[in-house]
Antibody, heavy 120, light 109 residues
């Protein structure tokens, strides 16, 4: 069974940093693109960032470009999201999501999410 | 950025009814569209990809259609477990700039 488990969420002050992790199991991690998708409280879904299966290619939404960095360690079956210069509007549940191919497109498996709260 | 617009925002339906949800893209996305279902406190799950292909283990009462800019998700006979929020998502751009619609909430009438 394919599983994704996020960790690293919490409360952080505006301007602060946080690193999210997503541990994958049940599939050949290096073969599939991965992404982060967030959902602000009571709002819709927003794609944040994605990476190719190899990790050589990374993609970002304009709203986080220059502040967030996605990466993956295929030897550990884990992807990461380094979030810097956090703002109140980054408050959301962050989902780790797997794509069915080597580059980000749609999402066939989701984690349970981790909550990030940016507040003073 | 490709903007995805879903309508209506909320739909009040009785169990057993046929439901049609709409999703419109601001420019043509061919058939590169997925539909997701999300229940309170849960992560989304994919229902449809490629505009009309049901994902694994999705019941046959769910069907998708459309291409270009106009898409539809149909639930042929709404079951109690289908009350949820439904999102569409396009994946047509290169490099990827994936976008979701705002969602349609299907609630009990």
């Amino acid at each position: 069974e394919m599983q994704l488990l996020e960790s690293g969420g919490g409360l952080v002050q505006p301007g602060g940093s946080l690193r999210l992790s997503c541990a994958a199991s049940g599939f050949t991690f290096r073969s599939y693109a991965m992404s982060w998708v967030r959902q602000a409280p009571g709002k819709g879904l927003e794609w944040v960032s994605g990476t190719s299966g190899s990790g050589d290619y990374t993609y970002y939404a304009d709203s986080v470009k220059g502040r967030f960095t996605i990466s993956r360690d295929n030897s550990k079956n884990t992807q990461y999201l380094q979030m810097n210069s956090l703002r109140a509007e980054d408050t959301a549940v962050y989902y780790c999501a797997k794509c069915p191919g080597g580059f980000p497109d749609w999402f066939d498996t989701w984690g349970q999410g981790t909550l990030v709260t940016v507040s003073s | 950025e490709i903007v995805m617009t879903q309508s209506p925002a909320t739909l009040s339906v009785s169990p057993g009814e046929r439901v049609t949800l709409s999703c419109r893209a601001s420019q043509s996305i061919s058939g590169n569209l997925a539909w997701y279902q999300q229940k309170p406190g849960q992560a989304p799950r994919v229902l449809i990809y490629g505009a009309s292909t049901r994902a694994t283990a999705i019941p046959a009462r769910f069907s998708g259609s459309g291409s270009g800019t106009e898409f539809t998700l149909t639930i042929s006979s709404l079951q109690s477990e289908d009350f949820a929020i439904y999102f569409c998502q396009q994946y047509n751009n290169w490099p990827p700039a994936l976008t979701f619609g705002g969602g349609t909430k299907v609630e009990i009438k």
